[in-house]
């Protein structure tokens, strides 16, 4: 693949987070203790869901595929914060900055058609429970997450495609942590407004095609638990939904703003970065262990069996 009209521009410099050393210290240590915890936590969910026959379900092989994404978005993003924090010139080559784009949009893509997975695994459960094992065979769950990673590739490719065909002349420097399409945008000195709209019409159709199978599968699930007659039976069936609810909104929220609303530089856009590729993979693991009695219950007998 040819980068075209990248010969004047060679590298880009990443504004971050701060450019006073001793705040940029701080936050060297916040975000490596992020890091840590996140390395930490996804791993640890994941041997606990592999290691524990009793997790051996649908629901638990999609959970331990959302840690395994979670580290990976984490990794893709934080090691290069973290790399900057400390350096004075806090570049990034061109082609560095194009791969970046191409796997936070993976990662991002992967995880949203994952959690919409994951609602419908819940709509099986909850709103067919006979037929529970039948709807979510273990050979459908592994073609449901191999279609996940397939069809986010294909979005990946598309808006990389579209970053390589912007013309960088002379600005180079990105208000921004990272490398994402719409904090490329301002600094390209071509016409970007076909492009633009290509990122607008492929985030809300990613978005739809991944949201409104959550949306569907709530709409039934919230149905099928008030016509359920007993309030524990209720609680039950509402507490097996509440992590993913939370998952949900954590993701989703802050990465259609980051990717719908226009792109200002403004601590607006560096938070809702932070909270879809930072802090929502650090946080998963967190959420779906201390509100599942499972998966607590698993954890320890994982932590008595190897400690």
Known sequence: MTLKNHSIITEFILIGL????HIEALLFVLFLIIYVLTIMGNLMMMLVVRSDSRLHTPMYFFLSNLS???????????PKLLEDLLSEE??????????????????????????SMM?????????????????????????????????????????VLLAVNLDFCEAHTIHHYVCELPSLFPLSCSDISIHNNILICSTVLHG????????????????????????TGRNKAFSTCSSHL??????????LVRYLMPTSGSSLDLLA???YSVITPMLNPLIYSLKNKDVKAALKRTLEKYL
């Open 119 to 159: 609602a419908y695994d819940r709509y099986a459960a909850i709103c067919y429970p006979l037929l529970y094992g039948q709807m979510m065979s273990n050979h459908l769950c592994v073609k449901l997450v191999l279609t996940s990673w397939g069809l986010a590739s294909l979005n990946s490719v598309v808006i």
């Open 246 to 255: 939370i998952a949900v909104f954590l993701f989703f929220s802050s990465a």
């Open 18 to 21: 701060s450019d006073d050393p």
């Open 208 to 231: 739809i095609v991944t949201f409104f199978p959550i949306f569907i599968s709530y709409a039934r699930i919230i149905s099928t638990i008030l016509g359920i007659n007993s309030t």
């Open 68 to 78: 395994f994404l979670d580290l990976c978005f984490s990794s893709v993003t934080l």
């Open 90 to 115: 806090k570049t990034i080559s061109v082609k560095g900055c194009l791969a970046q784009v191409f796997f936070v949009f993976i990662t991002a893509g992967t995880e949203a058609f994952l959690l």
């Open 273 to 275: 970065s932070l909270q």
